[in-house]
């Protein structure tokens, strides 16, 4: 009965089997969740941050979530939104020691910094959903190939300073965002552009997105001394495994610490440097 | 010339100039806080224009 007014729309039937990931449950992902959790689809709830009252006007939580994980008190208004569905909530900082949590059918990326989502692009191998937001702006882009075709040069975050969102723009956002998700579930044809929305000024933007080849690579600087390359060739994990001590390893990603530098290394060729400084980077790059 | 949007500023404008490092220059944009758009496709900073794209400045953006 709950789903018979959209199941002329949507299979629903195939949408409960399907498990989404949603990671950052701010703005985007506190309202993505509750519009995937109302059309069925079961959801992994990650987010290391508690309910601050901040947070109240732009996220779904109440004044009686305040000082309650994030992760824990959505789960708990989910369910009784939609006791139906299975949602597992779990209150830890996504990091290079926990990317099995990104094993579901769909991720859906709703952090606030480049940091985590290139982490995501790291370890994920199939398209993965990347949003942003930020006061009146936000934007929605199926990675299907690699973050760094987005963000293919040095940039400057907004987020690494606390910015606000207005409750409307995330909303439109993550109606965006989980229209997409659920035409991925269902494998229905989505969205290949960036979509880029202003709730503000109306202003609405498809970007076409394409694989680049980079020229030089570039070292993209993320927040506090992590960094990005994308060094735009396949790597041999099996030599770096043997090479040096390896803390983590699957088919497509070896984690691997070089003098007090994590280094995340998609055989891809995408690589992510933790606490690290560029003079090391460029020595390592040609060492390799 | 080219048309040019630079949404930080909301500013409209018609400019000269060969490539998107050179514009990006005359206009005083700095590089880390936008994403380049050119005729509705990302485009590298060494991309040649034409006097009739159309080129954005869209600010880079992460939060969520």
């Known amino acids: 009965m709950q789903y018979s007014r959209i199941r002329k729309i949507l299979d629903i039937n195939q949408l409960r089997k399907k498990t989404v990931t949603i990671v950052g449950l701010g703005s985007l992902g506190s309202f993505t969740a509750l519009l995937l959790a109302k059309n069925g689809v079961n959801l992994n709830l990650i987010d290391f941050d508690k309910v601050s009252v901040e947070n109240l006007s732009s996220q779904l939580y109440s004044r009686k979530d305040l000082k309650k994980y994030k992760a824990r008190a959505l789960s708990k208004y989910l369910k009784r939104i939609n006791p139906e569905i299975k949602i597992k909530s779990i209150n830890t900082r996504l990091t290079s ?88 579930l269902l494998e229905k044809d989505y969205e290949k552009d960036l979509i880029r929305f202003n709730i503000w000024s109306n202003s609405f933007d498809r970007i076409k997105v394409k694989p680049r080849k980079h020229s030089k690579q570039v070292i993209i600087k993320l927040c506090k001394n992590n960094y990005s390359v994308n060094i735009n060739k396949k790597i041999s994990l099996d030599s770096l495994s043997k090479r040096y001590i390896t803390i983590l390893r699957n088919k497509n990603l070896i984690i691997i610490k070089s003098e007090n530098t994590k280094i995340i290394i998609n055989s891809k060729g995408y690589i992510i440097f933790e606490d690290s400084n560029k003079e090391f980077i460029e020595k390592w790059l040609k060492s390799l | 010339m080219v048309k040019v949007f630079i949404e930080k500023e909301n500013k409209k404008l018609n400019a000269k100039a060969v490539d998107i490092e050179s514009l990006m220059k005359k206009l005083s944009i700095n590089r880390e806080e936008v994403i380049v758009v050119k005729n509705s496709e990302l485009t590298p900073r060494n991309e040649k224009l034409k006097d009739t794209d159309e080129v954005k400045f869209l600010s880079v953006i992460s939060g969520g």
């Not at chain 1, 882009?141 to 995330?170: K, M, P």
Request: overall charge negative; glycine content about 2%.
């Open chain 1, 97 to 184: 020691s926990n990317l099995k949590l990104l094993d579901s059918d769909l991720v859906i990326d709703c952090t606030d910094n480049l940091e985590t989502r290139f982490l995501i692009d790291s370890y994920v191998q199939k398209p993965w959903i990347h949003t942003a937001a930020v006061k009146t702006v936000g934007l929605v882009y199926v990675v299907r190939n690699s973050l760094s075709d987005l963000y293919n040069a040095r940039v400057s975050e907004d987020s690494c300073e606390q910015h606000g969102i207005l409750n409307t723009a995330a909303n439109m956002i993550a109606s965006i965002a989980a229209t997409q998700a659920i035409k991925i």
